[in-house]
């Protein structure tokens, strides 16, 4: 199994909504990732779980809030979004935190903000 | 910080024939690895080759090959028997020893029948 799974595929928000975001792979990584990808851009890292830790948070603002309950699974909560987040939202994984390993993407939640 | 550069936004070819994109990067760095992916129209994005900078060797992936150029910086992707569903966006990417992606803003390639 060399999938990473993201649900939902699209979301429809308004600005004072609370949603999440989930990432689900059972590959056995041990890293996951947040990116976001705006049309014809390539994708901007926003945060990165290694061993269930946050390791990297880009800077990005409190409104994203990501969570990594287990190995498995990596979710992103969203509260009080503006209409330029609408994008892509990626989530990759690898086997370790460590350089050099291939990330694996899922397909996307098409995120639009109304 | 390293940066990657696609020079060629949009390129096209026809099916059965060759074509290379272009992908260069800076870094200061001696060890480092690059990496080819491939995003279809609406689809998920999916890795066409690695390489690793401390290996001499070209990566080849069947029809997929890369010209690694270390002095040079450069990291160019060959398709050879250029096939319609190699039609898509296709991002380079530098990672360095932080575990940190650097992609390049991408060339759209499309395979005319």
């Known amino acids: 199994d060399t999938e990473v799974t993201q649900t939902p595929k699209h979301l429809v928000m308004g600005m004072t909504n609370k949603k999440s975001l989930k990432c689900e792979q059972h590959m056995g990584h041990r890293a996951m990732y947040w990116y976001k990808q705006k049309a014809k851009k390539p994708p901007e890292l926003m945060f990165v779980y290694s061993y269930e830790k946050l390791s990297i948070n880009e800077s990005v603002p409190s409104r994203f809030s990501p969570e990594c309950p287990n190995s498995s699974l990596l979710n992103l909560h969203l509260h009080a979004l503006q209409p330029e987040d609408s994008a892509l939202y990626l989530c990759?994984?690898?086997?370790?935190?460590?350089?050099?390993?291939?990330?694996?993407f899922g397909p996307g939640t098409r995120l639009t903000v109304l | 910080a390293q940066t990657v550069t696609q020079s060629q936004p949009e390129m096209s070819v026809q099916e059965a024939e060759t074509v290379t994109l272009s992908c260069t990067y800076d870094t200061s760095e001696n060890n480092y690895y690059l990496f080819w992916y491939k995003q279809p129209p609406s689809r998920q994005m999916i890795l066409v080759i690695r390489?690793?900078?401390?290996?001499?060797q070209n990566a080849t992936e069947n029809r997929f090959s890369v010209n690694f150029q270390k002095a040079a910086k450069s990291f160019s992707l060959k398709i050879s028997d250029s096939q319609l569903g190699d039609t898509a966006m296709y991002f380079c990417?530098?990672?360095?020893?932080?575990?940190?992606?650097?992609f390049g803003t991408g060339t759209s390639l499309t395979v005319i029948p």
């Open positions: 390489q690793e900078a401390y290996k001499q």
């Open positions: 990417a530098f990672m360095n020893t932080g575990n940190q992606f650097y």
């Open positions: 990759a994984s690898s086997p370790y935190g460590a350089p050099g390993y291939t990330q694996y």
